[in-house]
């Protein structure tokens, strides 16, 4: 038998559930995302939402063809209601809320760095950094502790909306930390932490009992439980009082929960609510794409890839690739080889024409939100389907030689 690993780091992640108010401020502002973009795909949509208490609030800037046909309100409150918000009593429901709207139309200084004659001299929505990462930890190529965090939620939503667990609510939060051996491999399971909004009468020795349970069974499959791992569900004693009537939401304020849990940089920028000009959105889901082809290609076991953009300029300013010492090739090689865009285009208007994000197909922006942007399969940008080419220009060679 093999002896146990020696863990030598410990890392965390955290996942939000589709009932945390940051979370309904996220889906309703991609919902009306997804209203804009299916009247018209050039629209030019920054929808910011807030809730609280009894309150939903629009404001932001959205420009588009049919606009004035769109019921932002009616979206709104469908939103809410698919989370699961439905007791007026609780002081947050998707048909008893006062909603107000405040949005208005693009700022003509930011659409004239975006309207162009033709896609591939479209400029950066607006100047930035954005960063994608990649790693062989697991087969989705996404750090464990975020997979695993999303993984627990993920599952006790299917619990609550079956009924299967009929105290649940829609507020939660999970936290997973996860021991790495010396060799930067997921050794152990160390400590799971589950926050998760429930029905007043449900004694607390029941929610902490059940709620582990259904963790453990789930995590048992990673084979990273050990004896000592602990849990701590619920650890307050209580948690009735959630969503936007416990604490106020914001659109993009889960900005890691939304791409690598902290294993990886963030530029700053927020996901939700944002048409494909904005490079905040756009070019974060294309430097993924890269990165993942990257670490597929067997190039590397890790890969950060950050790419830099100023509004109105139609190439990045810059690229930069760390391999974090695994890289087959020379960080700089491939950051050269990124530059020259004859595999990956950088372009804004032309990668985002590659991914189809101005007509999605068999998905929709709403589908992004809840458990990660990035590790779930039937998103273009989880498409390694240029990894075999990119191993033929940048190889031969073994990741990490």
């Not at 697991?138 to 609550?160: D, G, Q």
């Amino acid at each position: 038998m093999d002896k146990k690993k020696k863990i030598v780091r410990l890392f965390t992640s955290e996942s939000v559930s589709e009932g945390h108010p940051d979370k309904v401020a996220d889906k309703i502002s991609d919902a009306i995302l997804d209203a804009c973009i299916e009247r018209d795909p050039d629209a030019r949509v920054a929808c910011e939402t807030a809730v609280g208490p009894d309150v939903v609030f629009n404001l932001g800037e959205i420009t588009c063809r049919g606009c004035d046909r769109i019921d932002f309100e009616s979206i709104a409150r469908a939103a809410v209601k698919s989370v699961g918000y439905d007791r007026p009593e609780e002081h947050f429901s998707h048909d008893t809320f006062k909603y107000v709207s405040a949005v208005h139309g693009q700022s003509a200084d930011i659409a004239r760095g975006v309207d162009r004659k033709s896609r591939e001299t479209q400029g950066a929505g607006d100047q930035g950094m954005m960063f994608g990462y990649a790693t062989r930890e697991t087969p989705a190529f996404m750090p464990a502790t975020a997979v695993y965090s999303h993984a627990i939620l993920r599952h006790l939503a299917k619990l609550r909306k079956s009924r299967k667990i009929k105290w649940l609510r829609p507020d939660a939060k999970a936290q997973v930390t996860v021991g790495y051996d010396a060799e930067g491999r997921p050794a152990e399971i160390t400590h799971v932490v589950i926050s998760h909004q429930t029905e007043a009468a449900v004694p607390i020795g029941t929610v902490r009992k059940e709620l582990e349970a259904v963790a453990r069974a789930l995590l048992a499959e990673t084979g990273l439980l050990a004896p000592g791992t602990r849990f701590f569900v619920n650890p307050t004693g209580r948690f009735v009082t959630g969503g936007p009537a416990g604490d106020s939401g914001l659109t993009g304020r889960k900005i890691i929960v939304d791409t690598y849990g902290g294993v990886a940089a963030h530029g700053g920028g927020a996901f939700s609510g944002k048409d494909p000009s904005k490079v905040d959105r756009s070019a974060s889901y294309y430097a993924r794409y890269v990165a993942k082809n990257i670490v597929a290609a067997g190039l590397a076991e890790r890969c950060q890839l950050q790419v830099a953009y100023a509004i109105g300029v139609d190439r990045p300013v810059s690229i930069a690739v760390d391999t974090f010492g695994t890289g087959a090739a020379d960080d700089a090689k491939i950051a050269e080889f990124l530059m020259d865009g004859s595999l990956f285009d950088f372009r804004p208007g032309v990668f985002v024409e590659e991914l189809g994000l101005r007509k999605p197909k068999g998905w929709r922006y709403c589908d992004t939100v809840n458990y990660g942007h990035f590790g779930r399969e039937g998103f273009p940008w989880e498409s390694t389907g240029k990894a075999a080419r990119l191993r033929k220009m940048l190889g031969p060679g073994r990741a990490g030689r």
